[in-house]
């Protein structure tokens, strides 16, 4: 029972360059959500995706664009990487935005900009 | 937009003794979760309230659904050194958009053995 798996789970990346974080779910579930994570900060809701075909903005989506490539796959991009988006990065899904039970969580990308 | 209030910040116990954290807002939520995160880790589902002045328990945890359904507690009993990590509560409200799972800032929890 793998839920929500991240690659990779480590990453530096000079100030500029652009890479991808993979998300996949094996739960069927319908909505997808990435998260990213400062200390003192909580969770702060990037970008998600209610629907396969769908995505929306979160609370701190600049510098970031994500794709739903499928019902189990939801990616996290950056094209030019900045010291601030250093930061642990968490994939979530759920049955569907709203589901009383919540979301299941990967197990995070940390990722430094220099 | 909606905030949840969670206190305190962090917390450094002796093992075996009880530790209390509470979250609050000033919007209705329909459903608190609490999730605990540890080192290296993502967070884990750890209980979720349905009900206004629902109260639930998981082995040494209890968290309550506050009355006014704006506010909720985690309490955890015993404390034992794997208790050590980062609690979050949540809130949701139903139907709504922007993926509507609210979370708290987080409760540091060390324990000393």
């Known amino acids: 029972n793998a839920g929500v798996t991240q690659t990779p789970k480590f990453q530096v990346l000079k100030t500029g360059q652009s890479m991808t974080l993979q998300c996949a779910q094996d739960?069927?579930?319908?909505?997808m959500y990435w998260y990213r994570q400062d200390p003192g900060m909580g969770l702060r809701l990037i970008y998600y995706?209610?629907?396969?075909?769908?995505?929306d903005k979160g609370e701190v989506p600049n510098g970031y664009n994500v794709s739903r490539l499928n019902k189990r796959e939801f990616s996290l991009r950056l094209e030019s990487a900045a010291p601030s988006q250093t930061s642990v990065y968490f994939c979530?899904?759920?049955?569907?935005?709203?589901?009383?039970?919540?979301?299941?969580f990967g197990s995070g990308t940390r990722l430094t900009v220099v | 937009g909606q905030q949840l209030n969670q206190s305190p910040q962090s917390m450094f116990i002796q093992e075996g003794e009880d530790v209390s954290m509470n979250c609050t807002s000033s919007?209705?939520?329909?459903?608190w979760l609490w999730y605990k995160q540890e080192p290296g880790e993502g967070p884990v589902l750890l209980i979720a309230l349905y009900k206004a002045g629902e109260l639930t328990s998981n082995g040494r945890l209890t968290a309550q659904f506050g009355i006014t359904r704006k506010d909720s507690f985690l309490n955890i009993s015993a404390s034992i050194p794997s208790d050590v990590g980062i609690y979050f509560c949540a809130g949701l409200n139903y139907g709504g958009s922007q993926g509507n799972l609210i979370f708290g800032k987080g409760t540091k929890l060390s324990v000393k053995p």
């Open positions: 739960m069927n579930h319908n909505s």
């Open positions: 919007s209705i939520f329909n459903t």
């Open positions: 995706s209610a629907s396969e075909g769908t995505t």
């Open positions: 979530a899904s759920s049955e569907r935005t709203g589901a009383i039970n919540g979301y299941t």
